[in-house]
Nanobody, 124 residues
Framework: QAQLVESGGGLVQAGGSLRLSCAAS????????MGWFRQAPGKEREFVAA????????DYADSVKGRFTISRDNAKNTVYLQMNSLKPEDSAVYYC?????????????????WGQGTQVTVSS
């Protein structure tokens, strides 16, 4: 079993920035992809970004391209999501997820472990 713990959420004004972190521990596979998802009230969980083990392959939802950047530090078993130019519509609970295969993916069903989520609220 792997455990994921997110941090870094909070309240920010529109146009501001936040950096989310997700620390993985426990029995992860040797090489794994990581993803960020978000879920707003009354909506389905949606893909935000994903990154492979080496960081050479990333994928982003169209709604965040050019504003969000996913990265990882494998020595720390941590993945980050730098969020810039935040908009009120970015408000949601953000979840990180681990996939036991080293390919990026956007479908929630392809991820094996999930964190508990961290709230991001962007005020207008």
């Amino acid at each position: 079993q792997a455990q994921l713990v997110e941090s870094g959420g909070g309240l920010v004004q529109a146009g501001g920035s936040l950096r989310l972190s997700c620390a993985a521990s426990g029995r992860t596979s040797s090489y794994y992809a990581m993803g960020w998802f978000r879920q707003a009230p009354g909506k389905e969980r949606e893909f935000v970004a994903a990154i492979d083990w080496g960081g050479g392959s990333t994928d982003y939802a169209d709604s965040v391209k050019g504003r969000f950047t996913i990265s990882r530090d494998n020595a720390k078993n941590t993945v980050y999501l730098q969020m810039n130019s935040l908009k009120p519509e970015d408000s949601a609970v953000y979840y990180c997820a681990l996939r036991r295969f080293n390919t990026v993916a956007a479908a929630t069903s392809l991820y094996d472990y999930w964190g508990q989520g961290t709230q991001v609220t962007v005020s207008s």
